[in-house]
């Protein structure tokens, strides 16, 4: 039991590496090539609109999770606009 925990856990961070590096996945409905052909038209795809990848599960729940870290920090939004830039209200 607890080497097939082990090896979860490993499949997991696993995963975790693969969203944190290539968080693209090639999208399913065209298989990454952006377009869906119809009967004499060519179209983008409506799934991916023709960017031909989606973003990997496991990457939006990661960006879900800064946004949360990001939201309970105190630290204000910074806003890269070149201005002045007050760390405090
Ligand atoms: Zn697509």
């Keep these: 039991m607890a080497l097939a925990s082990l090896a979860l856990l490993l499949l997991l961070a696993g995963y975790a590496v693969l969203c944190a590096i290539w968080p693209f996945a090639r999208c399913r409905k065209c298989s990454g090539t952006g377009i869906r052909q119809a009967r004499r038209t060519v179209e983008l795809c409506r799934r ?16 879900t999770g800064r946004d949360i870290h990001r939201a309970g920090t105190r630290h204000p939004h910074r806003h890269d606009s070149g201005g002045e830039f007050t760390p405090w209200p």
């Excluded at 991916?48 to 960006?63: A, D, F, M, S």
């Design 48 to 63: 991916c609109h023709g960017r031909r990848y989606r973003l990997r599960i496991g990457r939006r729940l990661l960006n």
